[in-house]
Nanobody
Framework: QVQLVESGGGLARPGESMRLSCAASAASGKIVNINIMGWYRQAPGKQRELVAAFSRSGSANYADTVKGRFTVSRDYARNSVSLQMTGLKPEDTAVYYC????????????????WGQGTQVTVSS
C-alpha cells in the first residue's frame, strides 16, 4: 500500500504562479522506483485528466492545455513529484491529484495505481 501526500494549492489570481508537491511513502517496505508518477486534475462536471506525468521511460508528458506554462519535476531519491504552474488561468481551476502507478520494492512489484487525496486549485480574480 502506498500513500501519496500532497501539498500546495489554494487560491491564485489569473497570471500568478503556484507549486504543488507530492511525496510517496509505503506502509511497509522501501520504494525503489515508481514507473509512472505525476499530476492529474478534475474540474466540476468533468472527468479526471492528465496534467503532466513522468512515464516509465522517464520522459514527461503534458496536456496540450498546460504546455509552456506548467513544469513537472521529479526527485527519484525522495519518491516525490512537483508541479510548477505559471500563467494560471481560470480554466485551470480544479482538484489536482497526485498519481503513482507501478511501484517497485526491493524484491517485489505492485502494479496498482494510487491517488492522493487531492488539493483544490482555484484561479479567480
Amino acid at each position: 500500500q502506498v500513500q501519496l501526500v500532497e501539498s500546495g494549492g489554494g487560491l491564485a489570481r489569473p497570471g500568478e504562479s503556484m507549486r504543488l508537491s507530492c511525496a510517496a511513502s509505503a506502509a511497509s517496505g522501501k520504494i525503489v522506483n515508481i514507473n509512472i508518477m505525476g499530476w492529474y486534475r478534475q474540474a466540476p462536471g468533468k472527468q479526471r485528466e492528465l496534467v503532466a506525468a513522468f512515464s516509465r521511460s522517464g520522459s514527461a508528458n503534458y496536456a496540450d492545455t498546460v504546455k509552456g506554462r506548467f513544469t513537472v519535476s521529479r526527485d527519484y531519491a525522495r519518491n516525490s513529484v512537483s508541479l510548477q504552474m505559471t500563467g494560471l488561468k481560470p480554466e485551470d481551476t480544479a482538484v489536482y491529484y497526485c498519481g503513482a502507478g507501478g511501484i517497485w520494492y526491493d524484491g517485489s512489484f505492485d502494479n496498482q495505481h494510487y491517488w492522493g487525496q487531492g488539493t483544490q486549485v482555484t484561479v479567480s480574480s
